[in-house]
Every structure is written in C-alpha cells, then in structure tokens.
C-alpha cells in the first residue's frame, strides 16, 4: 500500500524576513484601505453634487416656465452637459473601485494575473499587451503575463540590448526613467505602442506594462483609462510582490499579533494615566 503524501510545510521564515513580511503586508493593505476611503468620499462628494444640480435644475424649471418656450430651449443643453459630466464621473470612480476590488480579491498569484488581463482587455480595452517585470540584476524585462502580444516581445528583453528597436525604446524609458507613454490616438502607426507604463513599488520601477495595440473600437484613451493605469502601475505592482510573499511562506497569512505589535510601535508608547487626567 503507498504512502499518502503529506502537504509540505510552510517554510519556516528568520524572523527578520517575518517582520519585513507582516510589515510589507501591513503596508500593502493600507494603501489598499485609504484607496478605498478615498473613492467613498469622492462617491460621496459626486452624489452631493448630483443633488446640487436637481435642486438647481428644479428651480430653473420654474423659472423657464414663467419665462416661455425660448427660454426653456436655452437653458437646458448646459444642464444636459452638467449632468453628463457628472454621470461620466460617476463611471469612471465605478470603474475604477471593481479593479481595485479585483486586484484584491486574490493572494494566488495566478489569479491575479488573470484579474490583470481582464482589466487590461475587458476595462481599457487592450487587444495586444504584455506585462514585465524587471531581473534581479535590473538587466532584463522579463515576460510575465499578457494577451496576444508580437511573438518577438513575449520574452526576456535585455535592456539597451536592442537599438534602434522603437518598442524596446520606450520600455527602456518606462524602467530607466519612469517615463509613460500614452498616445493621442491609440491607432495612429506613427506610434510604435498605444502606451508603455512603469510599474511601480514606492517610488522604485520594477517593471512596465506593454500595450501594443488596442481593440478597433477604443478610439482614444478616456479618463478612466488613466485611473486605471495609475491603479495598475501602482497598486497591481504591490499585489503582485503580495502574491509571491504569500506562496514563499507556504500560502499561510502573517501573523495578526505581529501586525498589531507593529501598529503599537508606530503609535509610540501609551501616555499614563493619572489622578489629574480622570474626571471628578
């Protein structure tokens, strides 16, 4: 009879990796929470706004109807692009608050290379992109996910390693220089990518994001596009070191003790109490 197989067990972390781990995470999730405050207080500012606009559109109406017809037909195109606008705000922040949902609805990292993908396709509407991270050694980009992307780029680049190569050009400013390239017109051949984006993780570039081309419908870059590629260079960039911190430690969560003790520290110690500080 063969022996059954038993799970490996999780690796047993030094404790200064430990604490760099609960730190990273704890840091990860922060971002994540003052993400989502920032969006419910601009979901909540975008409402009040909505508000002003049908208290003000009411009185209007009362208005135009003591004054007639002409008057009617003057006033209400500003009031459609008012409420247009704001309508196109309130997609963008929806939009925006489903892929940061997405991004971190997972700690597998394969499933959040697919929640990249989809947001990449699905969301901004790219036909044909790769995602890169780079090497150790900061001398190759090397392919990690992407859709379609021209055979030639989906693998390793090696860093001013191909001249006169204009894609190759604009990954290189991407890692080297922080530098994006978003153009006017996604379509125009003049451009050798739709865009290129650095990844970040703090300040530091560890990777870009390729968009080689876009579907036939995407006529321009909206701004929605450019909250999600400020998502995805940035908060995608953290879930994805996240992801692989999880599987190194054998997919087990940091301990929550040592969050909380961390947390301590950054409040400092607690002031005592005295006799002086309690009510009478």
Do not use: W
Not at 55 to 84: F, H, S, T
Not at 141 to 146: D, E, S
Not at 228 to 247: C, D, E, N, V
């Amino acid at each position: 009879m063969s022996e059954a197989k038993s799970e490996a067990p999780p690796l047993d972390l030094p404790s200064d990796l430990r604490a760099q781990r609960d730190e990273f995470v704890q840091n990860v999730y922060q971002r994540g929470v003052e993400l989502t405050e920032r969006l419910l207080q601009e979901h909540e500012r975008l409402l009040l706004r909505i508000r002003d606009l049908e208290r003000d559109n009411g009185r209007l109406a009362a208005l135009v109807a003591a004054a007639g017809g002409d008057a009617a037909a003057a006033v209400a195109p500003p009031l459609d692009e008012r409420q247009g606008a704001i309508e196109e705000e309130l997609a963008t922040l929806a939009n925006v608050y489903v892929a940061g949902q997405q991004l971190a609805s997972t700690l597998e990292l394969p499933h959040l290379l697919r929640h990249m993908r989809e947001l990449l396709n699905q969301l901004v509407g790219s036909r044909s992109f790769a995602v890169y991270l780079l090497d150790d050694r900061r001398e190759n980009l090397v392919y990690l996910t992407g859709e379609a992307p021209p055979p030639r780029y989906a693998r390793s680049i090696p860093l001013e390693g191909a001249p006169g190569d204009p894609i190759v050009a604009l990954l290189e400013k991407a890692v080297l220089a922080g530098m994006a390239h978003i153009a006017e017109d996604p379509h125009d051949p003049r451009h050798a990518m739709a865009a290129c984006l650095p990844m970040r993780f703090g300040e530091a570039v560890v990777g870009a994001i390729a968009i080689f081309a876009v579907l036939a419908q995407k006529l321009t870059f909206m701004p929605v596009d450019y909250e999600l590629f400020r998502l995805l260079s940035s908060q995608g960039t953290s879930f994805l070191f996240l992801a692989q911190m999880y599987a190194e430690a054998g997919r087990t969560l940091p301990s929550t003790d040592r969050i909380l003790a961390r947390a301590a520290e950054e409040r400092g110690p607690a002031r005592p109490t005295s006799s002086r500080d309690e009510t009478p």
